[in-house]
């Protein structure tokens, strides 16, 4: 977890002014729509990066804008038949990066269907797959 | 890694995954909620007796294990067999597919692996807005360039994604050009422009906006030229700006969209077939009544609002707090702020009188009467002053003057010879007499009078056989206010009050006299039009500076009254009064009133006794005489027997009432007469002073029911002017006022009261906030009071008292009447925090709004069963795009059911469109209402062949023939 905030720290120079009251309100948000929990894990790296926009991937954030990709907002524009056990944290042009928390898993869900691409039980590959940072 | 399924070419197109998010936040508006509440079993009453033993056979665990399968195959399908290593995990996908779509088949949806139609962003887009009947506030990125020179940018939204300058740039670029040529609204076509004609024109929802929509193109200045390039999202844009109600906002509504109004539809034609399937599934009554209620008048099921009279609820929930519920109120009445509490009641304009309130006032009621009385008296004693300054001679005045100028005409004539014009005033003063009559000539009538005024005196003295009455009647043809010292005084603080307005209007050596020797009478008809300009003002400086007590209010009032009786004469005002002294006095009244016409007829009387002496009785007088005679037969027989006259003879002439036939008779009875002259004149008198005690009878009845009249006030001012003492006594009594504060303390008692009432009880209990507020603290008073409203409260008997302290209670323990509430199971258990919230005291009543949209367990929404211009079924004709939003395609779902039939939704990119590659359909496609896998849960009803959508099929037909030329596949 540390690497990957180390490396993304060094590529995007932006600081997360969020708070917890703000991930309160997002965590209650979610119990509410039957959502599944945000990780702790995901806390953790919101409190670095509340939310990114890097390399046509955006990994969603806490936002009061309207116009921006907040977790709330594209959760619920996500229609998802397993949607109770999932959380939408992310994407790139054509997989979500969601959490399960049925399986406790970081899971990389095609678009068009909703078919399970990779799994990760850490948070990190899991960035590194939706970011695409390998891949650079 | 599981093998990537997509083929390469829709990762080609990525916009198309990233639009389908931003317009993703449409999709949610389809999300329709319900409740789950409880209901019993028993409540089944409408299921049909088949349906309810089949039912019985379905138990709750065996349908939870119907959806409890399903999911878990849909895990398995998407998640993999977690039962297996992670690598084998996904190898059996295909199985797991298969396993699902033959489990949904038994449940009546089958899966479909077809190329569909392929849709353009631009064609989802109208039918979305078609679908939901709003429209979203257009992202400016969507919108072409030649619209953007039209339209003012919308307030500064910060976009993530627009964080590069060169980005800033190019929005700087299309700032609104000048243009502002208003073109004529007949240069507008909307069939020249390809996008509305094709593709709205479709929508018969469209189709209507037009002309509206026109005028705000008309007002953006927009060139009839541009318009026909316009995109859909302009279009959209456009739409957005004519319906939006504030700058603000971010949607609009346009119109009733196909959601709405099918739900409509199925709710209004199956409402008990939905009413026995929501009991069916535990729903509680209450929610199901306002789903229906709703569903059927706005067409939505979500935002359900349960507004709700929770009395009951709240009576149980204090009385089983009872000791905790009367201690409060024991406390709170106890409380150092109860008084700040009270006095913040009293001045609020929505106070309500409590059950304490009422039982002070009985307490208090001859206090609080007298309180009222002496605010009614202050009123009536200051309005006795100014009348003083805006004197009158009465109506009935006028007409003994009238009646005086007529009798000495020539004099009046002669005096009049001053004035030029004479004979047209003296017409104008006959002719307007006894009725308002111009000031100027009643002064002319004045001066003429005074030259006169021993005339004028001795003639209303034989008119109304009054001195006082003729000193009235005098002083009122040149009135002069009339004060005593108290109103005077009064007077003078407020004009010196008032200096500065009142050396506006009247002389500054006016004001210095009164500075220095307080106002005397010399000014009082200089500053009269003052006074007069500014009586609000002097009632309001009276009663707030009036030192005077009760009775010595009482007795002032008595002087200025009789004051008033003296010098104005009686007015309609003092009808009520004045009625009451004559008929409490109806003994008095008759005696006076034949008195007052004994001076009259005593006249008449010696009249008539000199006719009869030197004319002999006539047939006129016969019958008055024969009368005098009978009643004195005796003496008459005796006086006769003397001119040797028959006792018989005489008794048979007086029944035969023929006594001016038999001369001889006629002349003793002329003698008898003449020898008793004073007592046959005295008869006469009485005579006719019987017909007047008939007469007043029937006055005083009419005083009683009838209006008065100019006589009658006239006849009230000389009875009163006569009995003036007997008068001032009745004004002490003052029954009148009396009876009217009796009504006001009555109607307050009895809840019936007006506002002004309510105002008298605040200044009141204002006036007496300490007592008020020591006699709901005393023991002997506060104990039985509480313990009464927690009685009441126990017997569900709600005053306006108990009323009072169950809201505050309730409030006070919002929490744990929400805990109450919830272990009631009157609300769904994971209400608990947005309950909380949404209690809203609202008045006399408190009312539970649920309109969180989340909490509860069932969910309707609404979906299209079949995709665009899906071909599959031979059934489902659609003619063009627009088809896909008529009720025929629509089905409402339940929320699990409606995620199950998106669970293998694939779709892929043609070109700039995207289509459905797989789908799951229903089986049955006029199922309208999927509630469970069983059929019973299942509404079908056939639309295809509903008049509604035949009437919407040819129109679409015609359309497309005519404008869009579409063809069929």
Redesign the interface.
């Given at each position: 977890m540390t690497n990957i905030i180390h490396k993304l720290q060094n590529i995007i120079k932006t600081t997360s002014t969020i708070t917890s009251t703000n991930i309160i309100f997002m965590q209650q948000f979610l119990k509410q729509h039957n959502y599944a929990l945000l990780p702790d894990e995901f806390v953790e790296f919101l409190h670095y990066f509340n939310g990114i926009s890097y390399n046509g991937s955006v990994i969603y954030g806490i936002y009061t804008n309207e116009n921006l990709q907040d977790i709330s907002n594209t959760n619920t524009s996500i229609i998802h038949p397993l949607h109770k056990d999932l959380v939408f944290l992310g994407h790139n042009d054509f997989d979500y990066l969601a959490y399960n928390q049925k399986h406790q898993i970081y899971q990389i869900i095609d678009k068009a269907d909703f078919e399970v691409l990779e799994e990760y039980q850490d948070l990190s590959p899991a960035l590194q797959h939706i970011l695409k940072i390998d891949y650079e | 890694?599981?093998s990537?399924?997509?083929n390469k070419s829709?990762?080609q197109h990525?916009e198309l995954?990233?639009d389908?998010?931003k317009t993703?936040?449409e999709?949610?508006l389809d999300e329709l909620e319900a409740a789950k509440a409880l209901t019993s079993i028993s409540d089944f009453t409408e299921i049909p007796k088949a349906l309810e033993e089949h039912l019985e056979e379905i138990s709750p665990e065996e349908k939870l294990t119907v959806q409890q399968q399903i999911?878990e195959l849909?895990?398995r399908y998407?998640?993999?067999d977690?039962n297996v290593d992670?690598s084998k995990r996904?190898v059996h996908?295909e199985e797991y597919k298969r396993d699902l779509i033959r489990t949904l088949k038994q449940y009546g949806i089958k899966y479909i692996e077809k190329h569909h139609y392929p849709l353009s962003m631009d064609e989802k887009h109208v039918i979305r807005m078609d679908f939901y009947g709003t429209i979203n506030r257009p992202?400016p990125t969507r919108l072409s360039r030649l619209y953007k020179n039209y339209c003012r940018p919308y307030p500064a939204?910060?976009?993530?994604?627009r964080t590069n300058k060169k980005t800033k740039q190019a929005d700087d670029e299309t700032s609104p050009v000048n243009n502002n040529i208003t073109y004529p609204f007949k240069s507008y076509d909307l069939s020249t422009s390809p996008v509305w004609n094709n593709l709205f024109r479709l929508f018969p929802r469209f189709q209507k906006l037009e002309n509206t929509m026109l005028k705000t193109v008309q007002s953006m200045h927009i060139s009839p030229d541009d318009l026909k390039k316009l995109t859909v999202y302009d279009f959209s844009d456009i739409l957005f700006r004519t319906y939006r109600k504030n700058e603000d906002d971010?949607d609009a509504h346009l119109f009733l969209g196909a959601r709405q109004a099918f739900v409509k539809d199925v709710f209004k034609k199956h409402e008990n077939w939905i009413r026995a399937y929501l009991q069916r599934q535990n729903i509680h009554p209450r929610y199901i009544d306002e789903l229906i209620k709703t569903a059927q008048s706005k067409g939505i099921t979500g935002n359900i609002t349960i507004s709700s009279d929770i009395n009951a609820y709240m009576c149980q929930f204090a009385s089983e707090r009872s000791v905790e519920f009367q201690k409060y109120i024991t406390e709170s009445i106890r409380s150092d702020n109860y008084a700040e509490e009270i006095r913040a009641q009293i001045q609020n304009d929505s106070y309500i009188i409590q059950g304490p309130t009422l039982h002070f006032l009985q307490e208090n009621q001859t206090s609080f009467e007298k309180f009222i009385k002496q605010d009614l008296m202050e009123d009536k004693y200051i309005n006795t002053i100014l009348s003083q300054f805006e004197r009158q001679t009465p109506p009935y005045v006028l007409k003994d003057v009238k009646e005086f100028l007529k009798n000495n005409r020539v004099l009046f004539h002669d005096f009049l010879q001053n004035h030029t014009h004479a004979d047209k005033i003296e017409n104008y003063i006959f002719k307007k007499l006894p009725d308002k009559i111009n000031p100027k000539y009643l002064h002319i009538i004045n001066d003429f009078i005074n030259d006169h005024q021993n005339e004028f005196f001795i003639a209303m003295l034989e008119n109304s056989r009054s001195s006082e009455y003729a000193n009235f009647a005098l002083n009122t043809l040149s009135p002069t206010p009339i004060l005593n010292d108290y109103a005077k005084d009064m007077l003078t603080s407020f004009i010196l009050n008032d200096e500065k307005n009142f050396s506006r209007t009247i002389s500054p050596e006016i004001l210095e006299d009164i500075k220095e020797n307080g106002l005397s009478d010399d000014f009082l008809t200089d500053i009269s039009p003052y006074i007069q300009k500014n009586k609000n003002n002097i009632k309001l400086f009276f009663k707030a500076n009036n030192a005077f007590t009760f009775d010595e209010l009482q007795n002032e009032l008595i002087e200025s009254t009789t004051l008033g009786i003296q010098t104005n004469g009686v007015t309609e005002e003092d009808d009520k009064i004045n009625k009451h002294f004559i008929l409490s006095n109806t003994e008095l009244f008759k005696n006076w009133y034949s008195r007052f016409h004994t001076e009259k007829y005593k006249n008449k009387a010696t009249f008539d006794y000199n006719q009869i002496a030197t004319k002999g009785i006539s047939g006129k007088n016969e019958e008055l005489c024969i009368t005098f005679l009978k009643e004195r037969l005796n003496n008459f027989i005796e006086f006769s027997a003397q001119h040797n006259v028959s006792a018989t003879q005489i008794v048979m002439a007086l029944k035969q009432k023929k006594i001016h036939h038999n001369q001889e008779l006629s002349e003793i009875a002329h003698n008898f007469i003449i020898a008793y002259g004073s007592t046959f004149k005295n008869f006469l008198l009485q005579q006719q002073l019987q017909q007047k005690e008939k007469e007043v009878e029937i006055k005083l009845q009419s005083l009683k029911t009838t209006r008065t009249t100019i006589q009658d006030r006239s006849l009230m001012h000389k009875f009163i002017l006569d009995n003036q003492s007997l008068y001032m006594q009745c004004l002490g009594q003052n029954k009148p006022l009396n009876n009217q504060t009796q009504q006001i303390y009555s109607r307050l008692i009895h809840n019936k009261s007006t506002s002004e009432d309510k105002e008298l009880l605040k200044a009141y209990l204002s006036n007496n906030i300490y007592n008020y507020l020591l006699f709901q603290q005393d023991d002997a008073q506060l104990q039985p009071h509480v313990k009464m409203i927690a009685d009441n409260v126990k017997k569900r008997q709600i005053d306006p008292t108990a009323n009072h302290w169950l809201k505050v209670f309730t409030q006070e323990h919002a929490e744990e009447f929400s805990e109450f509430l919830n272990k009631r199971n009157i609300f769904p258990k994971d209400q608990e925090n947005e309950l909380l919230a949404n209690i809203n005291f609202n008045g006399n009543k408190i009312i539970c709004k649920f309109n969180?949209g989340?909490?509860f367990d069932i969910r309707l929404t609404v979906h299209h069963k079949h995709a665009i211009k899906d071909t599959g079924d031979k059934k489902m004709s659609m003619e063009n795009i627009a088809a896909i939003n008529n009720f025929e395609n629509l089905c409402i779902f339940t929320d699990f059911w409606h995620?199950?039939m998106?669970?293998?939704?694939?779709?892929?990119p043609v070109e700039d469109k995207e289509r459905y590659v797989?789908r799951l359909m229903l089986e049955d496609s006029n199922t309208i209402f999927y509630g469970g896998e069983t059929p019973e849960d299942q509404l079908k009803y056939d639309y295809l062949n509903d008049p509604r959508s035949l009437r919407n099929e040819n129109r679409l037909k015609m359309l497309v023939a005519e404008r869009y030329g579409y063809q069929n596949d």
């Open positions: - | 890694m599981a990537r399924k997509l829709i990762k990525p995954f990233s389908e998010k993703a936040s999709k949610i999911d849909l895990d998407y998640n993999g977690r992670k996904y996908r992202h939204a910060v976009n993530m994604e971010l969180d989340y909490s995620k199950i998106h669970s293998m939704d694939c779709m892929e797989s």
